[in-house]
């Protein structure tokens, strides 16, 4: 088989390598998305010879900037937003303690069978005399063609020797929409427990891969199903199973979770929105109570959930700022929408519309998919209920503008009034002010609000300046 490669770019490799006399090769996930007719931006060029050499003449003819690696024998060149690395042909042996091969010269045979998988083993020839022609010693494009991820050698071997490959396994295996052929799946869940000589930076790109993913429940299943989860993140690999007392068993949250998450993701490609439904219900196993008139119960779910967050974003080094505190924020108010269906105030609506922000729309689509259960008849009302919030929300902030809601009287402007330094009693009057319009006991307008800053200060004994 051969394939068309006409970008400038792999004829100028073709030549300057021709020139040296070695041969070079395109290898990889270049490889694999050209024939899924993925778009990809990133080439991997492997020569039989000194990969830096090749780099350093294709970048003066192309005038791109090239980064050589002398201590790893590889090239790095950024090229109209493509990025290409070159790499001399290797073979690789392992110890048992490290990711880190003993790297010695080889042929593209022997750098094949580094591989991670077979669809990522194959390679097209950059040599004149048989230009895009497919070396492929393991069928990847058979396994390509039944959507297939397998190791090119034995399994334990592929995985033992480099762990994080078994997340790569479950990674395309969720971007592809791919099955694990069941020898590589059995190899994975015998070595699951070597992932700990894997750094987590390294582990976190694939689970942020997975995360993005069309659907990610089919990598959180697989990572559930190979014993990884428990080691990577046990707190969501202790939502499954279902318990049962008199009887009566509770939803399996672990399932549900995945459809919750499924259903984030179909809605939106933001990421974060996918961590936190991922993690809406992770406060469950620790609230778990049976109660022989409630039955099950997981009361503060929501609460212990949200406190639980920062310790799962270090752990994962994820980013602790901005990113986290709306994960959190999410985890904590989960519940609080479908909770308004009885509120015959506007008090809780306006309440929530204060907390969540910005972040309410994000918040909706979440409690919406949220919604989740065998019964269509359950899931048909509580949908009604949903609706219903969702009228009054809008019905609320239009009459009331809260969402970016800032207290028309500021903690300076109460200072400046009454002659004060920054102290507590300011902010006791910002603060009543602001649970008053949130009451909905005086309008969110600056007359009101002055009105009751000045009743506020006379009860607590504060005289206006210039009065
Ligand atoms: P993506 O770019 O979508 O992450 P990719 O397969 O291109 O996927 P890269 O990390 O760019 O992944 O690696 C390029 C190629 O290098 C792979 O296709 C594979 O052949 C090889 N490779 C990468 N990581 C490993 C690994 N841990 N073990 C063996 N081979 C690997
Ligand atoms: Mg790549």
Known sequence: MKAPLQSKIFRIVAEQAALINVKSYVIGGYVRDFFLKRS???????VEGNGMEVASAVGSILKARVTLFKKFGTAMMCYKGMEIEFVGARKESYRSDSRKPIVENGTLEDDQKRRDFTINAMALSLAREDYGTLTDPFNGMDDLKRKIIRTPLDPDTTFSDDPLRMLRAIRFAAQLDFSIESDSFASIVRNASRIHIVSQERIT????????????????ILLEKSGLLSLLLPQIASLKGVETMEGRGHKENFSHTMEVLDNVASESDNIWLRWAALLHDVGKPSTKHFDKELGWTFHGHDFIGSKMIPGIFRKLRLPLGEEMRYVQKLVQLHLRPVALVNEVSDSGVRRLLFEAGEDLDDLMLL????????????????????????KKMARVEEKDAIRNFQPPISGEMIMKTFGLPPCREVGLIKDYIKEAILDGKIGNNLEEARQLMLERARELGISEVNA
Not at 40 to 46: F, G, K, L, R
Not at 207 to 212: E, F, G, P, T, V
Not at 381 to 390: D, K, P
Request: proline residues 6%.
């Open 40 to 46: 990809c931006t990133d080439i991997d060029i492997v």
């Open 367 to 390: 409690c919406r998919a949220d919604i989740t259960s065998k019964n269509p008849r359950t899931v048909r009302r509580h949908l009604e209920n949903f609706e219903q919030v969702s």
């Open 205 to 220: 790109v694939e689970l942020q891969k997975i995360m993005a993913a069309p659907k990610p429940s089919k990598g959180f």
